[in-house]
């Protein structure tokens, strides 16, 4: 019956399942949250990260759980003791109470809220600079991480986590295989114990993908593209809000065009060529990617 309608079914689907099955209240708050985060006004919205259910079945897991892959949290909502491989109902009653504690801790606002100010310290002031939801929902999961489980001072915790999400975003992190970039983070973090071990952990795990070679090498070969759109050039976007860069021409901070606040139908941020097409064409750039 679930799938009668011959769609393909993800784990998250059978999750959600799941959870309507033995805590309804449970799967009624997530949905909630989600459709109150797409709606301005509430409390829960944010013009950064419009998430789903998958999203926040997602964080949940990682933080509360450290289980990246959601096969390995559907096998624990069913009761399933991963080390011996046995199902029990006593395992199950577990596993849902610790399901709503870490629930109420992803859903908490505080939490949410702050969690944004990391997004806007790292110079992503519109959802359009992200290019992965999956990148925010794991980057989410790991300030959680910091913040109850390893009791990182909030100052600290939001450079951080800030400085964690321009470099998931900017490298794709979490883009091919993000269960399994999630499993081996975690993995890795097995062995951190202090609010210190997990700064030195984000610190050489940044160090370890920022290379002198990635910014003189791989970013200038990553924005040498055609593409209106790319993680580089979302990063370099992020970094002139973060430096308080002007608009080209102009004494406006190119921060408030990313914000966005103007109203009516014309886009307050709108992106061109530098040069006309045809007056590239008369000099000898005729190619269109070479143009653009």
Known sequence: RVNSGGMQLKEGDFILTLISVHWVEGRKLIETFCQNAQTAGTAEYNPLFNPDTIHIIRTVMTYGFKRGRLRYAYMLLRGKDLDTGVFSEEKQ??????????????????NWKE??????TAGYVNAKMISSQNAIAYCYALYLIGKHTYKVDQKTLRNLIARWTYMSLVTGRYTNSPESMVEQDLADMRSVTTAEEFKE????????????????ITIPENLATSASNSPAWNGYCAALSVLSANT????????????????????SLERHHLFPKNYLSNIGVAASREQN
């Open 115 to 120: 969690f944004m100010k990391c997004l806007q």
């Open 248 to 267: 080209l021409f102009s004494s406006l901070p190119i921060r408030e065009l990313f914000q966005g606040y103007a109203s009516g139908n014309k886009s």
């Open 93 to 110: 009653e577990d596993v849902f109470e610790q399901l709503k504690e870490s629930v109420s801790t992803v859903l908490h606002l505080e």
């Open 201 to 216: 952990y984000i610190d050489r795990k940044i160090a370890a993908q920022f290379t002198e070679d990635y910014f003189n």
